[in-house]
Every structure is written in C-alpha cells, then in structure tokens.
Nanobody, 125 residues
Framework: QLQASGGGLVQPGGSLRLSCVAA????????MGWFRQAPGKEREFVAA????????SYAESVKGRFTISRDKREIMVYLQMSSLKPEDTAVYYC????????????????????WGQGTLVTVSS
C-alpha cells in the first residue's frame, strides 16, 4: 500500500514537497513514479526514479522545477516541487513497479501496478 502526503495550497512561485511511503515494503528493487491528474484532464506522468541505478526521468513541463529523490533507508520517495505554477494544480499520485523499468517505460502509467490514494496540490493566489 502506497501513501502519499504533503499536498496543500501554495501561491504561484512557491514550493512543496510530496512524500510517498510503501507500508511494509522497501523500495530497493522498485521503480517509483509520480503522476498527476488535473480536473477534467487525463492522468499524466510527472517524474520517476529507478531504484536500481538511481536513474530519473521527468516530464518536460516540470524539468528544472521538480526533483524526485529517495531516502537512504529506501523507505520514502519524495517529489520536491519549486517555482509552482497554477497549471501544476492537480491530484498527485505516487506509483510503484516491483521491477526495473526500462527507460522508455518510466513515463507509462500502465507500467506501474501499485498506486497510492493521491494528494491534492493547489497553486493559487
């Protein structure tokens, strides 16, 4: 079971850090991803980290503003979001795949069997 947290209301230009924990598991062999779904839109890829080698992947819309990372205990995965824009408003979901995804699959939601409940991020003044 994945649990995401850290969402909230933030002004444009502000920052938030989302966290994701897998209850009863470690992420040592997992690929972890963050996706988001804005009102009236389809779910889209945000970022992913491949635990086996630390490789990361980002959507073009968040490159340079968001950073995905893991903790050394391999329990938590984070999404540090900076320079937030109103268009970043969405429910953010963490997802996990119990395997090493190839690079071309990192952004595919169908590659992740496990999903958290989502946390709402609202960027507004």
């Amino acid at each position: 079971q994945l649990q995401a947290s850290g969402g909230g209301l933030v002004q444009p230009g502000g920052s938030l850090r989302l966290s994701c924990v897998a209850a009863g598991h470690t992420f040592s062999t997992y690929t972890m991803g963050w996706f988001r779904q804005a009102p009236g839109k389809e779910r889209e890829f945000v970022a992913a980290i491949r635990r086996s080698d630390g490789a990361t992947s980002y959507a073009e819309s968040v490159k340079g503003r968001f950073t995905i990372s893991r903790d050394k205990r391999e329990i938590m995965v984070y999404l540090q979001m900076s320079s937030l824009k109103p268009e970043d408003t969405a429910v953010y979901y963490c997802a996990a795949a119990a395997s090493r995804l190839i690079t071309s699959r990192l952004g595919s939601s169908s590659a992740y069997p496990y999903w958290g409940q989502g946390t709402l991020v609202t960027v507004s003044s």
